[in-house]
C-alpha cells in the first residue's frame, strides 16, 4: 500500500499588491495573482488584503469576494 502524502499546510499568508505569499514549514512562494484565480485576478487589493487563513493552515478564504483555495492546490498550479 503506498504511503499516505500530507496535506500541504501554511503557517502564515501576506498579501502584495502583485501577489499571494504563502509562508510554509521551510520556504515562502509567491504566486502571482493571475495564478491564483480569475476572480482574485480581477479584485481590489483591498478585497485581496482580506485574506484569512483557516486555522488548519489548510485553506484561505476571501470573504469580501467570496472566494475559498486550498493551499495544496495553489502550490500544485504553479509547480
Do not use: H
Not at 42 to 49: F, G
Amino acid at each position: 500500500m503506498p504511503a499516505k502524502t500530507q496535506p500541504v499546510l501554511a503557517k502564515a499568508i501576506e498579501t502584495t499588491t502583485d501577489a499571494l505569499v504563502l509562508i510554509l514549514e521551510d520556504q515562502s512562494v509567491a504566486i502571482l495573482w493571475g495564478e491564483c484565480s480569475g476572480r482574485l485576478a480581477r479584485a481590489s487589493l483591498a478585497e485581496r488584503s482580506r485574506a484569512v487563513l483557516s486555522p488548519s493552515g489548510y485553506g484561505i478564504n476571501w470573504p469580501l469576494i467570496d472566494e475559498d483555495l486550498a493551499v495544496g492546490s495553489l502550490l500544485r498550479a504553479t509547480a
